[in-house]
């Protein structure tokens, strides 16, 4: 009874390490835990799958930063794309939509503008790293959907983004 057990914690750690990156919460997996916890493996185990909307945000990243001012894509944002090609290439059934952001310096004009720039440059490259463009769709908000909302440059890096929305 007691090696039947241990072995069935034993598998159930095992099976949750694999998903750990998708699995942000510990979920009690005795059995003892109720209806609750049940819901939370079930859920813990939908994150975990490979191909799903979690995988993409968790594993790969669904955001690219830019330099202020700035369209074009950085190293660190390039290496971000060639994954999110990659992901996107092996699970052809998505559509993805590329928003661009701005922080708040500047016209409201300028910045849609400087967010359609901004997706503009993230579709090319996904297209080049060969997603097929007709599943790409760009967006601009410009300054319009801060993430965070403070003012002052220690925050208007985040603001200067794409941010990729896979959809079902």
Aim: proline share 3%; charged share 25%; net charge negative.
């Amino acid at each position: 009874m007691r090696l039947t057990i241990t072995s069935l914690l034993a598998a159930s750690a095992l099976a949750l390490t694999a998903c750990g990156s998708c699995v942000d919460e510990c979920v009690d997996v005795s059995g003892q835990g109720g209806p609750l916890a049940a819901a939370e493996a079930e859920l813990a185990a939908e994150a975990c799958v490979p191909g799903s909307v979690a995988d993409f945000v968790d594993n790969v990243g669904d955001r690219v930063f830019f330099d202020f001012d700035r369209s074009a894509v950085r190293p660190d944002g390039l290496e971000t794309l060639q994954r999110q090609a990659a992901w996107l290439n092996t699970y052809a059934n998505y559509v993805v939509t590329i928003d661009g952001h701005c922080d708040n310096r500047g016209t409201v004009e300028y910045n849609l503008a400087l967010g359609e720039r901004r997706a503009n440059a993230a579709r090319e490259k996904l297209i080049a790293f060969g997603v097929d463009p007709a599943r790409i769709r760009v967006v601009s908000y410009g300054k319009n959907r801060p993430v965070v909302e403070q003012d002052g440059s220690e925050w208007a890096w985040q603001q200067n983004r794409v941010a990729i929305t896979v959809l079902d």
